[in-house]
């Protein structure tokens, strides 16, 4: 399971994928949300998701008007949420140091690692839309 998001990476689709975020509407905030869920989501790797996700996305960003901070902050809290899937190289990793299988551990594991970040993330991304949090 190691090595999954390189490898997930290097195919083609994987950039189509990313590529059609850029027609996806709403605000910028939004959309570096969107792209950190869903490339770790991909990868299987909130830092290998971010990374790629970033180094393809970083100059639509910023063209966007997404300043370096919040491109950092708000596309890490976003990616650490979807990293959480069955095939994540952490997951497979705990199951066999504690002796589970998917069925008996998943739902909490998703619920604790993967519901609960991507709901603080989006929260995050509403309180800077609307000013709460001035460009962290």
């Known amino acids: 399971v190691v090595g999954f998001g390189s490898v997930v990476a290097a195919v083609s689709g994987y950039q ?3 590529d059609s975020l850029t027609s ?5 905030i939004f959309k570096l949300w969107l792209a950190g869920n869903i490339a770790a989501g991909i990868t299987g790797s909130s830092s290998g998701g971010y990374a790629i996700m970033i180094e393809n996305m970083k100059d639509y960003f910023f063209g966007l008007g997404l300043s370096p ?3 950092h902050r708000v596309g890490l809290m976003a990616s650490a949420g979807m990293d959480s899937m069955p095939h994540t190289s952490g997951f497979v990793n705990n199951l066999q140091v504690c002796k589970l299988n998917h069925k008996q551990s998943y739902p909490a594991y998703f619920v604790i690692s993967g519901v609960i970040p991507v709901c603080t993330s989006f929260i995050c991304c509403v309180l800077l ?3 709460i949090l001035p460009g962290l």
């Open 16 to 18: 189509l994928v990313l």
């Open 24 to 28: 996806v509407p709403g605000a910028p």
């Open 69 to 71: 901070e919040i491109l």
């Open 129 to 131: 839309q609307v000013g």
